[in-house]
């Protein structure tokens, strides 16, 4: 079965997102952790975690996909940045508990001209302070476009930075198909390449997560500009290979098109017929 979901709006809590989840047909979903463009989170209410939980295992949610703020930066060249930004990434991850055995997705950062190396670096020691042990969250990095100074425009640059981790079996990829097309990988007329390469550089063992977007763009534009599924430059067909490859079947798939729920319940329910069974027909 395909898993299939979107980001949801968190402000009513986690029993609203999985109610509104199960409403439009999707077994996971997408959510900041806190307001995307950062500062405090809201505290936790705790009855309402239990609830959701209850909820999502009548309902046979898959793992959920949690999306860190979109301003942290890991990699800023003001110490004081970092240090904000290691203390919001620090508390993610604590709170992150409450829904154990989930992901934790994150845009590695961007440079801002301190070059890619010192900039991994400079992720990869915010990230060992932060990560935990005994946590059960799997923190994701997320493949990037390579708009400005972002890094992870390359399975390469991801690699770099994972290798330079601690606690590398808590350490997976979320592929956002829009972002590695922005980046040059042609997963429309080449994605048994592009995923041979992701093996070859990563391991696809590391791929945990999907951001199943079209995109505004032509291959290697560098823009991330997320288009509805089928109005973009990759197209329907090449995304159903997408959710259709052996490789990749299993995973949670998350939309980030632009869509209210209605159009997400649409997308997902064409997706879902979209779906080849995956065994043989008889
Ligand atoms: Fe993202
Ligand atoms: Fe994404
Ligand atoms: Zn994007």
Same mark, same amino acid.
């Given at each position: 079965?395909?898993?299939?979901?979107?980001?949801?709006?968190?402000?009513?809590?986690?029993?609203?997102?999985?109610?509104?989840?199960?409403?439009?047909?999707?077994?996971?979903?997408?959510?900041?952790?806190?307001?995307?463009?950062?500062?405090?989170?809201?505290?936790?209410?705790?009855?309402?975690?239990?609830?959701?939980?209850?909820?999502?295992?009548?309902?046979?949610?898959?793992?959920?996909?949690?999306?860190?703020?979109?301003?942290?930066?890991?990699?800023?060249?003001?110490?004081?940045?970092?240090?904000?930004?290691?203390?919001?990434?620090?508390?993610?991850?604590?709170?992150?508990?409450?829904?154990?055995?989930?992901?934790?997705?994150?845009?590695?950062?961007?440079?801002?001209?301190?070059?890619?190396?010192?900039?991994?670096?400079?992720?990869?020691?915010?990230?060992?302070?932060?990560?935990?042990?005994?946590?059960?969250?799997?923190?994701?990095?997320?493949?990037? &476009? +390579?708009?400005?100074? /972002? *890094?992870?425009?390359?399975? @390469?640059?991801? %690699?770099?930075?994972?290798?330079?981790?601690?606690?590398?079996?808590?350490?997976?990829?979320?592929?956002?198909?829009?972002?590695?097309?922005?980046?040059?990988?042609?997963?429309?007329?080449?994605?048994?390449?592009?995923?041979?390469?992701?093996?070859?550089?990563?391991?696809?063992?590391?791929?945990?997560?999907?951001?199943?977007?079209?995109?505004?763009?032509?291959?290697?534009?560098?823009?991330?500009?997320?288009?509805?599924?089928?109005?973009?430059?990759?197209?329907?067909?090449?995304?159903?290979?997408?959710?259709?490859?052996?490789?990749?079947?299993?995973?949670?798939?998350?939309?980030?098109?632009?869509?209210?729920? &209605? +159009?997400?319940?649409? /997308? *997902?329910?064409?997706?879902? @017929?979209?779906? %080849?069974?995956?065994?043989?027909?008889?």
């Amino acid at each position: 079965m395909l898993h299939i979901g979107c980001h949801l709006s968190s402000t009513k809590g986690y029993l609203a997102m999985g109610k509104e989840a199960a409403r439009i047909g999707a077994d996971t979903f997408a959510f900041f952790t806190r307001n995307p463009r950062g500062g405090k989170a809201k505290e936790i209410d705790a009855q309402d975690v239990q609830a959701f939980l209850e909820f999502a295992a009548t309902q046979h949610f898959v793992k959920l996909v949690a999306h860190a703020p979109y301003t942290m930066n890991l990699c800023s060249a003001k110490e004081n940045i970092r240090t904000f930004a290691q203390e919001m990434l620090a508390d993610d991850l604590q709170r992150m508990e409450y829904t154990p055995g989930n992901f934790y997705n994150l845009h590695p950062g961007s440079h801002v001209g301190q070059g890619v190396s010192t900039g991994s670096k400079q992720i990869a020691t915010v990230l060992n302070q932060s990560m935990f042990p005994t946590q059960t969250t799997t923190v994701l990095l997320e493949t990037m &476009a +390579g708009k400005g100074t /972002e *890094i992870g425009r390359s399975f @390469a640059e991801l %690699q770099g930075i994972i290798e330079q981790l601690e606690l590398k079996d808590k350490v997976g990829v979320c592929l956002d198909t829009c972002h590695v097309w922005d980046g040059g990988y042609d997963i429309v007329n080449n994605l048994e390449a592009v995923l041979a390469e992701f093996d070859r550089i990563i391991g696809l063992d590391r791929l945990k997560a999907i951001h199943l977007n079209d995109s505004q763009n032509p291959c290697g534009a560098h823009k991330d500009r997320h288009a509805r599924i089928g109005e973009g430059c990759i197209g329907l067909e090449a995304l159903t290979r997408v959710i259709n490859h052996p490789a990749l079947r299993e995973l949670p798939f998350i939309l980030e098109t632009p869509n209210d729920l &209605a +159009g997400y319940a649409w /997308e *997902i329910a064409l997706l879902r @017929a979209n779906q %080849q069974s995956s065994f043989p027909a008889i």
